[in-house]
């Protein structure tokens, strides 16, 4: 099987290039960087979830988290100053393309009522962010093992100021968005 990143870097890219005016195959829009998080909401003192979600963390990014701590302290929410709230992974280069090929063709596909990706998710700079609340979706985790469901968030950060440049991107490589209408 050939690697998305190959495939797009070949193919895809001269194509969506050609749809956009572009006369550099520079100027196609890229993936730059892949970011996973994982908070911990009200499980924060909670040793074992906070364990269990740095192994699990670890395992769908295939490397080492770095931790979160809280900026300022939230009364409303028992929150102190310092506190460790979540965990973050960057994937970048050839990393960033195999997670997004994982998720498109492994993980999405395993989600319970499916219906597409919202095409609402971009933030006006190119990047597009999803959520999965559920996530032993992934091939690494055991579902038999484990004990408290987590749900992470995954933003797709592009070299695209422009949402409809990476909207075209992104379903060019396969992204399985809604249909429009």
């Not at 269990?52 to 300022?72: H, M, T, V």
């Not at 994937?91 to 095409?119: H, Q, S, T, Y």
């Not at 797709?156 to 992204?175: H, K, P, R």
Request: proline share 4%.
């Amino acid at each position: 099987m050939e690697k998305l990143a190959n495939t797009y870097k070949s193919t895809t890219k001269s194509s969506i290039n050609q749809k956009l005016g572009n006369k550099n195959i520079n100027q196609a829009p890229d993936i730059v960087k892949v970011n996973i998080n994982m908070g911990f909401g009200q499980f924060k003192d909670n040793k074992e979830y906070v364990a269990e979600a740095l192994d699990d963390i670890s395992n769908i990014a295939g490397q080492k988290p770095y931790p979160r701590y809280a900026k300022k302290a939230i009364a409303g929410f028992k929150l102190r100053e310092g506190e460790l709230i979540g965990y973050s992974v960057t994937l970048r280069g050839n990393r960033a393309w195999d997670f997004v090929e994982k998720l498109i063709k492994i993980v999405l596909p395993g989600v319970r009522d499916f219906r597409g990706l919202n095409r609402k998710a971009f933030d006006g700079k190119g990047n597009y962010s999803l959520g999965i609340k559920e996530h032993f979706v992934f091939p690494e985790i055991n579902p038999d093992k484990v004990k408290f469901i987590k749900s992470l968030q995954i933003t797709i950060v592009t070299n695209t100021e422009i949402d409809e440049q990476a909207e075209l991107m992104l379903e060019s490589i396969g992204f399985p968005f809604k249909k429009k209408g």
